[in-house]
């Protein structure tokens, strides 16, 4: 017991990263509207990204943004800045989650404009009408 | 079938006002984002963002037609494809003076800066593209997505 | 069908809080993710390059052709609304 508690404090980061994905997830299966689905996709796409940025952080670290005339003379230590790699794939990573919003809503506004309605049943079965 | 329901838009006193008095604040602070990238968190995509938001905001609170003044539909057609014909511009010219695709040294033949100091000169000319990519797909994105695809009124 | 979402849910999240075990601890400087290009980047992005913020000196200039692809992905979501709700003005 005391090492499950150990291990849900020393990473307790990944833990409410994944509590938000299964939000997100169920979400995504378990609700039959359309609009609320799309809205736990993005409540996934969010916690992947909190979830990359996390994995780069280092204890006493600061942002990666150098004072130029101290990095020009050499000394700049790599253990004290946080790794700026995941922030960029995350910069992506946001850009393409707004498309993919953008695009669905566009979608939803012809479905509702076709059917009348955004409930999956019903539109299931007006399809097989 | 017309689902769109009729608006008089924009007749609130204390928005219109609150909103004239910030939309060039909030644009020159989008610009501001854009041009210190280098110096401080920011760079093309946040500063597009800004700038974007204020048409809409300016949408929001006037009504369509009038957003439509200040950002005509063929001007906004232009910047869209402005945004990526800079940033592939930038890297067919780096091409073409001996480098690699966006190499940005190979362009000290053309103005001698120094190849260090075109670096940073070439990321400063890729965010402005980006930036401008990005904030004429937001205004067009809100005017399609609120009119139903007509943009003439809505919301 | 509720029921049986709840269930899914509960059972991948079970899985992935079981894989969380063999993570590096939060916050170690010498965890794989720290170790192999980042240092690079770190010590030589600012003598390179001439800028001061790392993560605008990475996504412009070595990492170039991701941010060329993302600007094509945003201007084709803006094509694709305008070609999925365009239609002409009902008089």
Redesign the interface.
């Given at each position: 017991m005391e090492m499950i508690v150990d291990e849900i404090v020393a990473k307790y980061n990944y833990w409410i990263y994944v509590v938000l994905m299964m939000i997100g997830f169920y979400a995504m299966i378990g609700k039959r509207n359309l609009m609320k689905k799309l809205i736990g996709m993005n409540i996934f796409q969010t916690s992947i990204i909190l979830f990359f940025v996390s994995t780069g952080v280092k204890k006493g670290g600061g942002i990666p943004i150098v004072d130029k005339y101290q990095a020009l003379a050499g000394n700049v230590d790599a253990a004290s800045i946080v790794n700026p790699l995941p922030h960029v794939l995350m910069l992506t990573a946001i850009v393409v989650g707004v498309s993919v919003t953008g695009v669905a809503l566009a979608v939803l506004q012809r479905i509702y404009r076709e059917y009348g309605t955004l409930e999956e049943d019903e539109i299931l079965e007006k399809l097989q009408r | 079938m017309r689902d769109i329901h009729e608006h008089t838009a924009g007749e609130d006193l204390i928005i219109k006002t609150s909103v004239r008095l910030m939309v060039p604040f909030i644009q020159v602070f989008g610009l501001y984002v854009i041009v210190h990238g280098h110096y401080s968190p920011g760079g093309g995509f946040q500063g597009g963002v800004i700038l974007g938001a204020s048409f809409i905001l300016l949408a929001l609170a006037f009504g369509m037609k009038t957003s439509q003044e200040y950002m005509t539909v063929s001007v906004n057609a232009v910047f869209n494809n402005l945004g990526p014909a800079i940033f592939i511009g930038v890297g067919v010219l780096c091409a073409l003076f001996g480098g690699l695709f966006l190499d940005y040294s190979a362009l000290d033949k053309l103005i001698p800066l120094g190849p260090v100091e075109w670096r940073s000169f070439g990321i400063f000319l890729i965010e402005v593209g980006v930036g401008v990519a990005v904030m004429s797909i937001m205004v067009l994105l809100y005017w399609n997505l609120s009119s139903g695809g007509a943009m003439d009124e809505g919301l | 069908?509720?029921n049986l979402?709840?269930l899914?849910?509960?059972v991948?999240?079970a899985l992935?809080?079981y894989g969380?075990?063999d993570?590096p601890?939060?916050?170690?400087?010498q965890?794989p993710?720290?170790t192999y290009?980042?240092?690079y980047?770190?010590?030589n992005a600012?003598?390179?390059?001439?800028?001061?913020?790392?993560?605008?000196?990475?996504?412009?200039?070595y990492?170039?052709?991701?941010?060329?692809f993302?600007?094509?992905?945003?201007?084709?979501?803006?094509m694709?609304?305008?070609s999925?709700?365009?239609?002409?003005?009902?008089e």
């Open positions: - | - | 069908m509720k979402a709840l899914a849910t509960l991948t999240g992935l809080l969380t075990k993570f601890a939060w916050g170690d400087p965890d993710a720290s290009l980042s240092p980047y770190i010590e600012v003598e390179q390059t001439h800028v001061p913020n790392i993560v605008t000196a990475v996504l412009g200039d990492r170039g052709y991701d941010t060329m993302e600007t094509v992905v945003i201007y084709c979501a803006g694709a609304v305008l999925v709700l365009w239609r002409k003005k009902e």
